[in-house]
């Protein structure tokens, strides 16, 4: 497999991550096809002439499109995918392609490249060396930060991370809504933390909903973290409820030894 200057075609290419990556591969030097759905080529065309296929698109149109599209890569090829979940796309990629295979998932949006910031990205592998060696150079060299994990470990860190954050999230903005508190007043009187936070709140709800729903429902790990989640939320309610300052200051000191003083040290799990 020779991916020195592969020809990149990006399904999903002209929007969103895919037009990210698409921007970062031609700044490295590489020709991309971005194919969307008013573009002349089409995925299977690119599939076929490409030797790097991306496959950027909706979670709820990714297994559809990788058994549509991976049959088509060409031997020596790679495969590869940017959703927010891993292990299923990862699955059907082996399953409907023969050529290398990698998973990528990177934790910013689209506009993020422009900020200054310590920008992350994971990748999963799948089948093969070459494919995840190339990208994971393409990505270094291009002032990321990589982390490579399985797509198991993967979705189980994003199910808290991601799950229980939108989830979170979601929450507050219908606690927001039932508070009866106008939005004006709440923002004359919001501390500079809320502020964020109601800020987050309109970030997510100016994105497709589809997009949040398939992070939480399509991710089985995100389940499992909110049950984690409304049980410490009880936990805590009811220390809150009973004024137990005693059990506060208890479950206070906890928490501080794992986020602050034991740092970098096994940490006491409550």
Avoid at 24 to 49: C, N, S, Y
Wanted: hydrophobic share 45%; glycine share 10%.
């Amino acid at each position: 497999m020779k991916l020195e200057k592969p020809e990149v075609g990006i399904i999903g290419g002209t929007s969103g991550m895919g037009a990210w990556f698409a921007d970062l591969l031609e700044h490295a030097g590489l020709k991309v096809f971005r194919v969307g759905r008013r573009t002349d080529i089409t995925p299977a065309e690119m599939a076929r002439q490409c030797g790097v296929t991306v496959i950027s698109v909706p979670i709820a149109d990714t297994m559809r499109v990788i058994q549509e599209i991976g049959p088509l890569v060409p031997e020596n090829g790679l495969l590869m995918d940017l959703t927010s979940i891993k292990a299923e796309p990862i699955k059907a990629m082996l399953r409907y392609s023969s050529v290398e295979v990698v998973g990528m998932h990177p934790l910013f949006g689209p506009d993020s490249s422009a900020r200054n910031l310590n920008l992350r990205v994971i990748v999963c592998p799948g089948r093969g060396k070459q494919g995840l060696g190339w990208l994971r150079k393409i990505l270094r060299q291009a002032g990321l930060a990589v982390t490579t994990l399985s797509a198991e470990e993967h979705d189980r860190i994003m199910g808290l991370v991601q799950g229980v954050n939108h989830f979170t999230t979601l929450a507050l903005a219908l606690c927001v809504i039932r508070s009866r508190i106008g939005i004006e007043d709440l923002l004359k009187c919001s501390t500079q933390t809320f502020s964020q936070r109601l800020d987050r709140i309109t970030s997510v709800l100016g994105q497709p909903s589809g997009l949040f729903g398939s992070l939480l429902m399509e991710n089985p790990s995100a389940g499992a973290f909110i049950e984690q989640y409304l049980n410490a939320a009880e936990e805590v309610a009811n220390v809150i409820s009973g004024k137990d300052w005693e059990g506060f200051e208890k479950m206070f000191e906890a928490l501080n030894r794992f986020f602050i003083q034991d740092t970098g040290n096994e940490k006491e799990i409550m």
